[in-house]
């Protein structure tokens, strides 16, 4: 096994997948470091969650978030080959998530009022984790700004981040949690 480390980072610049070295700080790194964060908060919600339904069908999403996060580590400048090596990018999830969120919906009671996050340790982990998606999405949205950015990428997080917040209600829904109503002044 190779090091972990290799000293290469430590003036504050990073190898890309692709290729070339730029800033820790360019949105590039931003926005894979933003999405690789917001993984290691779902593998966490992934152990706070008991319903097994839902942890396996997000288990599932950690993989193909560590493919999103190979495409955004690989610039657009990369030699062919290299970009030949990624595998491909998931296809189709969001309408995959949105029938998800349908069936969630059936279950669960309509939504009349802004809710809290909270609820049990499933369900607030996965409003944590809704958050730090909504996050990478905003990051991968600048880098998008300035580079290309495959256009599912973006869609394929704006729909989890939605479904993230029905499988909150969800897994408290079933746990018998109520919701926490937002009470404004």
């Known amino acids: 096994m190779t090091r972990i480390y290799t000293r290469t980072g430590d003036r504050g610049d990073t190898g890309l997948f692709g290729g ?56 657009p400048d990369a030699p062919a080959e290299r970009k030949a090596e990624l595998p491909p990018l998931p296809r189709g999830r969001d309408r ?19 809710i809290l996050p909270g609820g049990t340790p499933g369900g607030a982990a996965l409003h944590l984790a809704r958050t730090v998606c909504r996050r990478a999405e905003r990051r991968i949205a600048a880098l998008a700004a300035h580079e290309p950015v495959a256009p599912e990428i973006l869609v394929y997080l704006n729909r989890l981040g939605d479904l993230l917040f029905v499988l909150a209600r969800l897994v408290n829904h079933r746990a018998g949690s109520p919701e926490a109503v937002w009470r404004h002044s």
Do not use: C
């Not at 919600?45 to 193909?64: C, N, P, S, Y």
């Not at 978030?65 to 580590?73: D, E, P, R, S, V």
């Not at 949105?98 to 009349?112: F, G, I, S, T, Y």
């Open 20 to 75: 070339g070295r730029v800033p820790k700080a360019h949105p590039r790194v931003e926005a894979y470091g933003s999405l690789d964060e917001f993984n290691s908060v779902l593998g966490w919600a992934l152990t706070q969650i008991e319903d097994a339904e839902v942890r396996d069908g997000l288990a599932a999403v950690q993989h193909e978030l560590f493919t999103i996060g190979a495409h955004l580590a690989t610039p």
């Open 96 to 114: 995959d998530f949105e029938a998800w969120m349908d069936r969630a919906d059936a279950e669960l009671p309509e939504l009349h009022a802004f």
